[in-house]
């Protein structure tokens, strides 16, 4: 579990939702409560609400990424810079440099990876 508040700046707003990708989010609800994840993409739910997609490099690869409501989610103001451009770009980020991403954020924290 990671203490978020503490640890990291949030993004809130109603532009939260926007201009995400590369940022690393840490899941507020479910099993997966307290884990973080790159922000690979973003949608819209069917109800028409915010989301998120989201990879770990490993159990959730960019190829499979896990889609997480916005409000079921922590936006960190840290981002991965290289990563980000990789995205915007529309190009395909390998697993093995979000892997080595979310090991540079998470370390010295008690944070689930």
Excluded at 22 to 50: E, F
Excluded at 102 to 113: A, E, P, Q, W
Aim: glycine share 10%.
């Amino acid at each position: 579990m990671c203490n978020i508040s503490c640890n990291y700046g949030l993004l809130s707003g109603p532009d939260s939702s926007k201009n995400v990708l590369g940022h690393y989010a840490a899941s507020l609800s479910g099993h997966d409560s307290g884990k973080i994840y790159l922000v690979i993409g973003t949608g819209k739910a069917k109800d028409g609400a915010a989301m998120l997609l989201l990879s770990d490099g490993k159990k959730r690869p960019y190829d499979k990424p896990k889609a997480k409501k916005l409000k079921h989610a922590a936006v960190l103001r840290e981002k991965d810079d290289g990563i980000a451009s990789l995205l915007l770009e529309g190009r395909r980020v390998d697993d093995s440099l979000i892997v080595h991403s979310l090991k540079k954020v998470v370390k010295d924290r008690n944070c689930d990876f």
